[in-house]
Nanobody, 127 residues
Framework: AQPLVESGGGSVQAGGSLRLSCTTS????????MGWFRQAPGKEREGVAG????????IYIDSVKGRFTISRDNAQNTLYLEMNGLKLEDTAMYYC????????????????????WGQGTQVTVSS
């Protein structure tokens, strides 16, 4: 698996915003389904948002709907996660992942579907 690289994490106060980015120099992402995942201390990694290769279908877990937006710029070979209205419970290490081909929407936020992962970027939300 070739590495993905995330960036954009940081520390923000509740209600604040961050934009995460994910890219790779090893392949073109335009044929890959991609997702954002997160893992808080002591918890399992969970899917947050997923997007199909062309950016036409997206899916979100209920807890981030209306606050987070996943998008991609295939020309720039970059995946994004815009996070607004951040809450304390959003604190976690955030990972991007890629899977060649098209996945069903529900599968785009399933960790078992992905073999290519980044190293993660930390998001910390404080009160």
């Amino acid at each position: 698996a070739q590495p993905l690289v995330e960036s954009g994490g940081g520390s923000v106060q509740a209600g604040g915003s961050l934009r995460l980015s994910c890219t790779t120099s090893y392949y073109e992402i335009n044929n890959y389904s991609m997702g954002w995942f997160r893992q808080a201390p002591g918890k399992e990694r969970e899917g947050v948002a997923g997007i199909d290769p062309r950016g036409r279908r997206t899916i979100y877990i209920d807890s981030v709907k209306g606050r987070f937006t996943i998008s991609r710029d295939n020309a720039q070979n970059t995946l994004y996660l815009e996070m607004n209205g951040l809450k304390l419970e959003d604190t976690a290490m955030y990972y991007c992942a890629a899977r060649f081909g098209v996945l069903d929407s529900a599968d785009m936020i399933q960790t078992r579907e992905y073999a290519n992962w980044g190293q993660g970027t930390q998001v910390t939300v404080s009160s």
